[in-house]
């Protein structure tokens, strides 16, 4: 199950399905691969660039800014997911222990507690 509770919601300036396909490598745990590198995986890249081949993408600033910013996107879209996941966990877990005080009280006040 994906962390964020919409498909798409990654901001504007993304194509469709790209924040999708992009937060599917973000959860893995995987590198995002850029144009021309799709079909390779993130060793053979390593492998290939530390041959001193220059992957698609690299060699241009305007190219390489744009993708830093979709892939910032994607970042920051799934860690405010995680985040919301991570506030919704702690609120339940305060609501389930001040259920079992207000059990625990109401007990006490009828008396079917007899132990404090």
Same mark, same amino acid.
């Given at each position: ?5 919409? !498909?798409g919601?990654y901001? +504007?300036?993304?194509? #469709? ?15 995002? #691969?850029?144009?021309?590198?799709? +079909?390779?995986?993130?060793?053979e ?11 698609? +993408?690299?060699?241009?600033?305007? $190219? ?20 919301? $996941? ?22 006490q006040?009828? +008396?079917?507690? !007899?132990?404090?």
């Open positions: 199950m994906a962390a964020h509770a919409k !498909p919601d901001g +504007g300036a993304l194509r #469709p399905g790209e924040g999708d396909a992009m937060a599917a490598f973000v959860q893995s745990g995987k590198r995002i #691969p850029r144009r021309g590198e799709v +079909g390779l995986s993130a060793d890249i390593s492998r290939f660039e530390d041959l001193g081949y220059v992957m698609s +993408g690299s060699r241009h600033s305007r $190219m390489n800014a744009i993708r830093i910013r979709k892939e910032n996107q994607v970042y920051s879209a799934e860690e405010k997911a995680a985040l919301a $996941m991570i506030n919704y966990e702690e609120k339940a877990l305060r609501e389930q222990k001040v259920m079992a005080d207000l059990k625990q009280l109401v007990k006040a009828t +008396g079917e507690d !007899p132990g404090n």
